[in-house]
């Protein structure tokens, strides 16, 4: 069974630069999180996605950052304009339902460094 | 609000040894506890989990955690690490609903000596 992906794996970028991160989640799941992890922190939802609907973003700066999954399967997460603060690991999960009784299963992350 | 502490930052021990990760939360209803492990360069993983049912749970690699209610506490313990249990440690705990996003701790880095 393919895992969660996510591209890129690296992104540098300088403040008030645009950016965009994909993830792939497992097929068949319906749930999908995005979580931003800062160096020495835990991981922390941004936003999860029951298919095509947001579940919850009471995490997500909307003023910078959005996201989307159109099609009920992959998705894209967009911080625009970045700042420093930004600079963290952005992880993708999947899960087939929102039920806490169903494991998240992570991707590998995509390394961002905001200069 | 919900959080998780977990006061181990780094941890250092060598093989063989017992080991011991504190994990506290502060939630007073129904929770629902988790132990990830990430080793390095690999993607965050489930160790265990606790629902319901025997507060001692069971996870992959010889880990065990329990629950103990009255100390809103979940630790994580192993009788005898093995050099491959080198990696990065979260706590996370939801709330009983369901549909209630998962809150993790801050992690404890363990390196094991050979």
């Known amino acids: 069974e393919a895992g969660v992906a996510q591209s890129p794996r690296y992104k540098i970028i300088e403040k008030r630069q645009s950016v965009a991160f994909w993830c792939n989640p497992i097929?068949?799941?319906?749930?999908l999180y995005w979580y931003q992890q800062i160096l020495g922190q835990g991981p922390k939802l941004l936003i999860q996605f029951q298919n095509n609907g947001v579940v919850d973003d009471s995490q997500l700066p909307k003023d910078r950052f959005s996201a989307e999954r159109l099609k009920g399967v992959d998705s894209t997460l967009k911080i625009q304009p970045a700042k420093l603060e930004d600079s963290a690991v952005y992880l993708c999960?999947?899960?087939?339902?929102?039920?806490?009784?169903?494991?998240?299963?992570f991707g590998p992350g995509t390394r961002l460094t905001v200069l | 609000a919900q959080s998780v502490s977990q006061h181990n930052h780094h941890v250092i021990l060598s093989e063989a040894a017992s080991l011991e990760l504190g994990c506290n939360y502060s939630?007073?209803?129904?929770?629902?506890l988790f132990w990830y492990v990430q080793y390095p360069g690999q993607h965050l993983q489930l160790l265990l989990k606790y629902f319901s049912g025997d507060p001692l749970v069971k996870g992959i690699k010889g880990f065990e955690a329990e629950f103990i209610k009255s100390k809103f506490s979940f630790n994580l313990r192993k009788p005898s690490v093995q050099w491959s249990d080198t990696a990065e440690y979260f706590c996370a705990v939801n709330a009983g609903s369901s549909a209630s996003k998962i809150i993790f701790g801050s992690g404890t880095r363990l390196s094991i000596r050979p």
């Open positions: 939630y007073g209803g129904t929770v629902n």
């Open positions: 097929s068949g799941h319906a749930t």
């Open positions: 999960a999947s899960s087939l339902d929102p039920s806490s009784l169903n494991e998240q299963f």
